[in-house]
C-alpha cells in the first residue's frame, strides 16, 4: 500500500526557516548585552537576518494550504489547547517584533527614512511624522532584544512542539522532540550568522571578526553537544516505549530514513562541524595559543550545521509521517 505524506517538503522548509530566524534572533539578542559592545556588529547582522527566513517558509506555507487566501482564520481565534493556534499568534507576534528590531538596527541613513508620528494628533498628518529619536533607537534595542529572546526560543521549540503534540504518530510522541528542535534552531541561526560573517569578513577588521568568531563558535560547539545529548536519549526513550515507538525506530535503523538520518543528520550536521570548531577551539581550550582562524573553514563548518539541520527536519517529519502505521501497543 502506498503511504501518503499529508506534510511535504514545503512544511519541512517552513519548519527549517523558522528555527533559522529564531536561531539568528535569540544570538543578535544575546550579543546586544554582550562584551560591553564588542559583538555590536554581530548584533546588528542577526537583528538584519533574521526576519527573513521565517518569513519566506511562512509564505511558502501558506501556498501549501491549498486555499492560500483563507490563511488568515488562523487569528480569527486563539484555542489555548491547539498548538497550532498558539503557534501562528506566536510567529506572528515574533515576526513583528523581529521586524521592529530590524528597524533599530538599520544604519542611520536607512533608519530616517522610517517615520512615526509624535504625537496622537499627528497620527492622520503624515507630513508631521519625525525620523526615529536616536535615544528611543539606543532603547530600543535592548527593550526589543530583551522581550524577543524568549520570543525567539518560543518559536525555536514550537516547530518541535507542533510535531511532538500529535499522539497519533509514535516517532515524534515525546518532550524531547521540542527540546532538540530548540537546539538545532539555535545551532542553524548561530551557522547562519557565521556564513555571513565569513563571506564578508574581507571587508571588515580581522582582529574583530576573530572575537565573533570565538563566541559564535564556542556558542555552536556547545549546542552541537547538547543536540547530540538529545538524541541519545532519544533512542533511549522510544526502545523502552510503546512497541509502537520502539518500532518507529527502523526507520532510521536500517529503514528509508536510515542515510539522511545518520549520514545528514549525525556525520553531516553534528559530529563534521564539532571536529572542525573543536579544532579551531582547541588551543584557547589548552591556553596554548589564540583561537585558529580559517574563513574557509568557517564556510565549511556553518554550511554542514545548515545542512544537518535540515536534514533534522527533513527525517523527522517524513519518518513521523510513515510511523503512524505502526501498531500503538503498551509494553
Known amino acids: 500500500m502506498t503511504q501518503q505524506m499529508e506534510w511535504g517538503l514545503l512544511v519541512v522548509i517552513y519548519l527549517y526557516t523558522a528555527g533559522i530566524s529564531a536561531g539568528l534572533f535569540a544570538i543578535s539578542g544575546l550579543a546586544t548585552y554582550l562584551g560591553g559592545g564588542r559583538y555590536r556588529r554581530l548584533a546588528r547582522l542577526g537583528a538584519l537576518l533574521a526576519p527573513w527566513p521565517i518569513m519566506l517558509g511562512l509564505a511558502m506555507l501558506v501556498f501549501d494550504l491549498g ?27 515574533f515576526v513583528v517584533i523581529a521586524l521592529a528590531y530590524l528597524v533599530v538596527w538599520l544604519p542611520r541613513p536607512l533608519r530616517n527614512l522610517v517615520r512615526l508620528p509624535a504625537t496622537w494628533s499627528d497620527l492622520t498628518a ?14 530600543g534595542r535592548g527593550v526589543l532584544a530583551a522581550v524577543g529572546f524568549p520570543i525567539a526560543l518560543g518559536v525555536g521549540m514550537y516547530t518541535g512542539v507542533l510535531l511532538g503534540a500529535i499522539p497519533a504518530r509514535p516517532f515524534w510522541n515525546t518532550p524531547m522532540v521540542a527540546q532538540l528542535f530548540l537546539f538545532s534552531a539555535l545551532s542553524t541561526g548561530v551557522a547562519f550568522l557565521l556564513l555571513v560573517a565569513a563571506l564578508i569578513g574581507r571587508w571588515v577588521d580581522r582582529e574583530a571578526l576573530r572575537h565573533e568568531r570565538h563566541l559564535l563558535i564556542s556558542v555552536d560547539a556547545v549546542l552541537i553537544v547538547l543536540e547530540i545529548f538529545l538524541i541519545i536519549p532519544f533512542f533511549l526513550h522510544q526502545s523502552l516505549n510503546t512497541w ?6 527502523q526507520l532510521v535503523l536500517g529503514g528509508p530514513y536510515t542515510a539522511p538520518f545518520w549520514g545528514g543528520v549525525i556525520v553531516v550536521g553534528l559530529l563534521a562541524p564539532l571536529a572542525i570548531e573543536g579544532y579551531e577551539l582547541f588551543p584557547l581550550i589548552l591556553k596554548e595559543g589564540a583561537l585558529k582562524y580559517s574563513r574557509l573553514l568557517g564556510i565549511i563548518s556553518s554550511l554542514l550545521v545548515l545542512v544537518g539541520g535540515f536534514f533534522l527536519r527533513y527525517v523527522f517529519v517524513y519518518a513521523g509521517q510513515a510511523s503512524h502505521l505502526l501498531p500503538v501497543i503498551a509494553r
Do not use: C, K, N
Open 126 to 139: 503624515l507630513r508631521r511624522w519625525q525620523p526615529l529619536d536616536e535615544r528611543l533607537v539606543r532603547r
Open 244 to 249: 509502537s515507538a520502539a518500532a518507529s525506530l
Open 67 to 93: 486555499r492560500p487566501l483563507h490563511f488568515w482564520l488562523l487569528f480569527t481565534t486563539l484555542q489555548y489547547t491547539s498548538p497550532m493556534s498558539i503557534g501562528s499568534w506566536l510567529l506572528t507576534l
